[in-house]
């Protein structure tokens, strides 16, 4: 496998030339289904853009990072809040229920060496802080960022570009 040397410079071009939304836009319908989803009301937006934030650092993406943290600077979120998501654990900016959902995004996406990756105990401690609507909610939001991570990660957008043309 070719690794491409720490101090290289990153290209400002996608690693994909075509646009996927271009070649299957049938995606389209699929993504404006999942943001009515995670825009129910159930959980509020803010706690949601955490959670894909955090995403897009677990999984690496400097696209879905700067993307979010994109998002959250718009909705009128702290920068302290923003740069402490990453450190979340021992942030103060947190409520407990913000909190348990950034929990379960890392429970989510991170494998576990001692069993499943949501425990029980997680998942009640999420259910103290959400109602089972809620629950299911920031379930496809993890669901949401993560359906956009393959294409973070294959196809590489530009950070930084809008999100509806990150291929100009």
Same mark, same amino acid.
């Given at each position: ?20 939304? @271009?070649?299957?836009?049938? %995606?389209?319908?699929? !993504?404006?289904? %999942? #943001?009515?989803?995670? &825009? ?6 803010? *706690?949601?853009? /955490?959670? @894909? /934030?955090?995403?897009? @650092? ?8 700067? %993307? +979010?943290?994109? #998002? ?8 302290? $809040?923003? *740069? !402490? ?5 021992? !942030? ?7 909190? =348990? =959902?950034?929990? /379960? ?6 494998? !576990?060496?001692? &069993?499943? $990756? ?9 259910? @103290? +802080?959400?109602?089972?609507?809620? %629950?299911?909610?920031?379930? #496809? ?6 359906? #956009?991570?393959?294409?973070? /990660? ?5 950070? &930084? ?8």
């Amino acid at each position: 496998m070719d690794m491409r040397a720490l101090t290289a410079e990153v290209p400002m071009v996608p690693r994909m030339p075509e646009d996927p939304a @271009q070649l299957v836009p049938e %995606l389209a319908d699929v !993504s404006a289904a %999942l #943001f009515k989803v995670t &825009g129910n009301g159930s959980v509020p937006r803010p *706690t949601i853009g /955490l959670v @894909q /934030l955090r995403a897009g @650092q677990i999984v690496g993406s400097t696209y879905l990072t700067v %993307l +979010h943290t994109g #998002f959250l600077r718009r909705g009128g979120e702290s920068e302290e $809040r923003i *740069t !402490s998501v990453a450190s979340w654990q021992d !942030s103060p900016y947190f409520t407990g229920a913000e909190r =348990a =959902a950034l929990a /379960l995004v890392e429970a989510v996406l991170q494998p !576990s060496a001692g &069993g499943e $990756r949501v425990s029980d105990a997680l998942y009640a401690e999420v259910a @103290q +802080h959400y109602d089972a609507k809620a %629950l299911a909610t920031l379930m #496809f939001a993890i669901g949401q960022v993560n359906f #956009f991570i393959a294409v973070a /990660l294959v196809a590489k957008p530009v950070p &930084g570009r809008s999100f509806t043309d990150p291929w100009s």
